[in-house]
């Protein structure tokens, strides 16, 4: 079959062909129907080659299909059902410490595993179970947004946009800084209340003590860049950061301004958050922008992603 795959020392990743998989002890395979592109990939082959624990490594963390082969072990799946994968479950995560599903089959663990509601496309899936689980678990389990909330959504990208859409849904009063103005009108169509440039703006003006803060009972940050800083400028005393992005491997902040504020690191999610994101995209609550690419467009998406120039979310379809 074939996959794609990091061969180490920073190269581009590339088309090989490899073996299909077999499912072990507690494990199934899928056929891989669609796969959700993202900056982890990315960031994890720039990150060098200490971190992986082998090459060549097949990447792709967002995966939806269906069954096709089901090891010993595994209850409650049966061959046939359609689901998504947790990539950072039971089993270590996909495409960076263990084969993922840039290839037409993969391996996971039957825990792992979110069953994709009938009539859910399988785009939709793919993204869910890591655009969709991450930005879902920072906004609503680990940020704790509700009504009443001021809320703050750096960058609006494959995660702000869904993270932003958690917290309109849950009534909070969401604001949104992204640089991208032309991406103002979807935050706006999701019922975003209104969009900045630059999270700076959010702390600006001669009245705001940044020992402090702002304004914001809470500001997930999807970027990670210079941003943490911004947040914690414009959340009040007593708020709370969720850091979700890494766009940059370190950062630092002015120490008293943490003080009396939370910040909260959050990574991935579970399989009931993966399950509660589809039912909310199944019911149309949730419908972020994505655009779908061929298989072997696998290697331009990422170059494109990594040059910034997608909107919203890249998905690899496979076949038909």
Request: aromatic residues 6%; negative net charge; glycine residues 14%.
């Amino acid at each position: 079959m074939k996959a794609w795959q990091y061969m180490g020392k920073q190269a581009p990743i590339q088309m090989n062909e490899v073996d299909e998989p077999t499912a072990g002890e507690n494990e199934v395979v899928i056929d891989v129907k669609a796969a959700g592109l993202c900056h982890s990939d990315l960031m994890y082959m720039q990150m060098g080659d200490g971190v992986m624990p082998f090459f060549p490594m097949t990447q792709g963390h967002e995966n939806a299909g269906p069954i096709s082969a089901i090891g010993p072990g595994v209850t409650g799946f049966k061959v046939g059902d359609i689901v998504g994968v947790n990539s950072a479950g039971i089993r270590p995560p996909l495409g960076m410490f263990t084969p993922g599903g840039f290839a037409d089959k993969l391996v996971a663990d039957y825990r792992d595993l979110a069953r994709v509601p009938d009539g859910l496309d399988l785009s939709l899936a793919a993204l869910g179970t890591d655009a969709g689980m991450t930005s879902y678990h920072a906004m609503i389990k680990a940020g704790g947004a509700k009504a009443g909330m001021k809320v703050g959504v750096i960058g609006f990208g494959g995660l702000g946009q869904i993270g932003a859409r958690a917290a309109v849904l849950a009534g909070a009063e969401v604001h949104v800084a992204e640089m991208k103005q032309d991406v103002w009108p979807l935050a706006k169509a999701a019922g975003v209340v209104d969009c900045v440039a630059d999270a700076d703006e959010w702390a600006a003006g001669p009245d705001i003590n940044p020992m402090e803060g702002g304004s914001f009972d809470l500001i997930v940050d999807y970027a990670g860049f210079d941003t943490t800083q911004k947040a914690l400028n414009a959340v009040k005393r007593g708020g709370r950061v969720v850091q979700v992005g890494l766009g940059k491997p370190t950062f630092t902040i002015i120490t008293p301004t943490i003080l009396g504020k939370e910040i909260v690191g959050s990574l991935g999610g579970t399989v009931e958050d993966i399950e509660e994101v589809y039912a909310l995209m199944a019911s149309g609550e949730i419908a972020p922008a994505y655009e779908e690419i061929p298989f072997d467009q696998i290697g331009a998406g990422l170059e494109r992603l990594k040059n910034n120039h997608v909107t919203g979310r890249l998905v690899a379809r496979f076949g038909d």
